[in-house]
């Protein structure tokens, strides 16, 4: 850092990359990235939310119907179809 407050960087390639400010201004564009970074994340999972409900309610049926089948298998072989029926 001079003494106009002006930062030589080097990238990889060895170029050199002269910015002026102090570190408040890139500490704002940072929080400022950050906050579009989590905005973006949040919208994701908004996407994907009704999605997830439409599964967790999908497994739930299979699961009743799962065990009404098993119940009626039971019941044949206990009595037969006729016995279930009345």
Do not use: I, N, P
């Amino acid at each position: 850092m001079d003494q106009r407050r002006e930062v030589d960087q080097f990238d990889d390639a060895g170029a050199a990359d002269e910015r002026v400010g102090g570190s408040a201004a890139g500490a704002g564009a940072e929080r400022q990235q950050r906050t579009e970074t989590f905005a973006r994340v949040g919208e994701h999972v908004a996407d994907h939310w009704a999605y997830f409900r439409f599964e967790r309610e999908f497994l739930r049926c299979e699961k009743l119907l799962e065990r009404r089948e098993v119940s009626f298998k039971a019941g044949v072989q206990r009595g037969g179809h006729a016995a279930m029926c009345g």
